[in-house]
């Protein structure tokens, strides 16, 4: 059975930094999407960055509030999603969520309706 575990989250000072980690356990297939998405108190979900497994982290696509301070990699190996956050501001304050779809595909994983399998969540604060 497929379980997403995210970790690395906690209170880090604007400018900050941290590297969260979405650890793959089970099958997941290689032309599913990833993504991470966070969620503010009182405000929607947003999805943040998002890839074709099959392209690998580098085609990833970003929204523009984290644009040029976060950026994915992964590990072939151990199977693990990380988001690595730099300049973290007051406003990336979140709960953090690593998903994953049932397909897959460049324009497929930009859609943000079609992460259907969710980790628990890790949360970030940012604050002086």
């Known amino acids: 059975q497929l379980q997403l575990t995210e970790s690395g989250g906690g209170s880090v000072q604007p400018g900050g930094s941290l590297n969260l980690s979405c650890a793959v356990n089970?099958?997941?297939?290689?032309?599913?999407?990833m993504a991470w998405f966070r969620q503010a108190p009182g405000k929607d979900r947003e999805r943040i960055a998002s890839f074709w497994r099959r392209n690998g982290p580098g085609t990833a696509y970003y929204a523009d509030s984290v644009k040029g301070r976060f950026a994915l990699s992964h590990s072939n190996i151990e199977d693990t999603l990380y988001l690595q956050m730099n300049s973290l501001k007051p406003e990336d304050t979140a709960i953090y969520y690593c998903a994953t779809s049932e397909r897959g595909g460049d324009a497929y994983c930009l859609m943000t309706n079609v992460y259907n399998f969710w980790g628990q969540g890790t949360q970030v604060s940012v604050s002086s």
């Open positions: 089970g099958h997941i297939d290689d032309h599913v999407c």
